[in-house]
């Protein structure tokens, strides 16, 4: 994962986005500055688990019972994508999630890649700032290991 942010730093890019299995099972959420759940019913995701890995529904429940459930990864999210419709509503929900991401980065993500000092207070002042405000805002959550 810090590999992967490093490597978009020294590219410039505006945003970096991470596709992290188990980022919030492993308390990696606490790391980054937005968490994006995309989210379908229990039932939808257990047909479309069945279908990718053709497997029986007793395996997909099994697998999706040993995961964190999709509603509880929900209330870790800062965005939240539905993804129970089309193909076409996902694409266009992402764009959305895009363009919202490279809207909130603004102009100072060309100073933190400028002036790298400016980016690591920048990133622990983030980091920070979100936590403080996810600690008041969600003050019953469970540790990754409490289930």
Do not use: H
Request: with cysteine.
């Amino acid at each position: 994962m810090f590999w992967c942010v490093l490597r978009c730093w020294w590219k410039g890019e505006r945003v970096c986005v991470l596709d992290v299995p188990l980022l919030i099972e492993g308390g990696l959420w606490k790391w980054v500055a937005k968490v994006v759940v995309v989210y379908c019913s229990a039932e939808i995701q257990l047909q479309r688990l069945m279908k990718r890995d053709n497997s029986t529904r007793e395996d997909a429940s099994a697998r999706l019972n040993a995961q964190l459930p999709i509603t509880e990864k929900v209330q870790y999210a800062d965005i939240v994508v539905d993804n129970s419709g089309s193909l076409q509503d996902l694409e266009r929900q992402v764009d959305q999630v895009v363009q919202r991401l490279l809207d909130d980065a603004g102009w100072t993500w060309r100073l933190s890649w400028l002036f790298p000092p400016w980016g690591v207070a920048s990133a622990l002042w983030t980091l920070g700032w979100r936590a403080l405000r996810r600690s008041q805002k969600k003050p019953s959550r469970k540790k990754s290991g409490d289930r």
